[in-house]
């Protein structure tokens, strides 16, 4: 199997499905869908079931441990995470990166990403700390897995990757929005609206195109 996506979903039922829509419309089909409903009490799951998505349930209320429960469910030789209130651009999104993707090459692929926040597509210049702009090699994950915080689990994980020295490789092509600040996300109920800085990591020099 080639891709393993996982989706962490926390009474997602206004969101998921759009989600999953942009996953079940996908031309290339080589892949497993796994969501994992964490402390859910709505119907997230049975919308999920719909789609054909393998479902478990957790009660774990970390998102990042969920998608622990989800790297230990794949079976892919490369694991992509999405947030179930985000969705591909276009159909063709894992045809192309199947199209690209060499694990002799590479352990990590980072793609561009359009940000509702902001209005643009987002620039590879820098390495913004998220899972959902990336594909992993799951060989290369290994034991690395998110941390149990509430927030920002995503850069913990991305820095003990990137702490191995992956190599890595960038294409500016946008195919995920990044739906920021949708109605009832995590960073929608944030207070304040302030954000801690987690960082960003160094794009190498020698990337390729």
């Known amino acids: ?28 089909k080589d892949y497993e869908l796994i969501v994992v409903c964490d402390s859910c ?12 998505a393998n479902t478990v349930e957790v009660d774990y209320k970390r998102d990042g441990l969920s998608r622990n429960k989800g790297i230990e469910m794949a079976q892919g030789d ?19 990166l199947d199209a690209v993707l060499d694990e002799e090459v590479e352990d990590i692929l980072c793609f561009s990403f359009i940000w509702k926040s902001i209005g643009y597509i987002h620039q ?4 913004l700390p998220a ?7 799951r060989s290369f994950i290994g034991d690395i897995r998110f941390t149990d915080i509430p927030y920002g689990s995503d850069a913990d994980f991305t820095k003990a990757i990137f702490d191995k020295k992956p190599r890595l490789k ?7 929005y990044y739906n920021f600040m949708s109605e009832g996300s995590l960073n929608e109920r944030k207070e304040n609206g302030e954000f801690e800085d987690y960082g960003f990591l160094p794009v190498n020099k020698n990337k390729s195109e």
């Open 131 to 137: 899972v959902w702009n990336k594909v992993w090699r």
């Open 170 to 176: 960038i294409w500016d092509m946008p195919f995920y």
């Open 124 to 127: 590879l210049k820098t390495i």
């Open 41 to 52: 009490d709505d119907n997230t799951k049975e919308i999920a079931d719909s789609y054909g």
């Open 1 to 28: 199997m080639k891709f393993s996506i996982i989706i962490p979903a926390h009474n997602a039922s206004k969101t998921i499905g759009k989600t999953l829509e942009s996953v079940r419309n996908q031309v290339f």
């Open 78 to 96: 490369w694991v992509m995470f999405m947030d179930a209130d985000d969705w591909w651009m276009h159909e063709y999104v894992l045809t192309m």
